[in-house]
């Protein structure tokens, strides 16, 4: 027997998030970690050894000094590609040590 008022899990989950905003905006938060690689490839992830957020900054330790000069001009599009990916504002700024 089915009852008449029920809801896909899609739905209900979608409902779920949107009410609770902290959670969505944790799992923006990993999504930024996790598609590090996958949004700048392998050559510059082969060079990040930490990588991590606290208070909408990423923090990225590099082991390549050179790497760092050139990540530093392109900080601005950086920032708008992972925003994007997460799908809102997480990060404001990139710290690169």
């Not at 409902?15 to 923006?28: D, T």
């Not at 690689?37 to 990423?58: D, E, M, R």
Request: avoid cysteine; proline fraction near 1%.
């Amino acid at each position: 027997m089915r009852k008449k008022n029920t809801e896909s899990i899609g739905d209900v989950l979608k409902q779920f998030f949107e009410e609770n905003q902290f959670i969505k905006r944790k799992i923006a938060e990993n999504r930024i970690i996790s598609g590090w690689a996958k949004l700048f490839g392998p050559a510059i992830a082969s060079y990040t050894s930490n990588l991590y957020l606290n208070n909408n900054i990423l923090y990225v330790h590099l082991t390549s000094s050179v790497l760092r000069s050139e990540l530093i001009m392109s900080k601005e599009r950086m920032i708008t590609a992972l925003n994007k990916y997460a799908g809102m504002d997480i990060v404001n700024n990139i710290i690169f040590r």
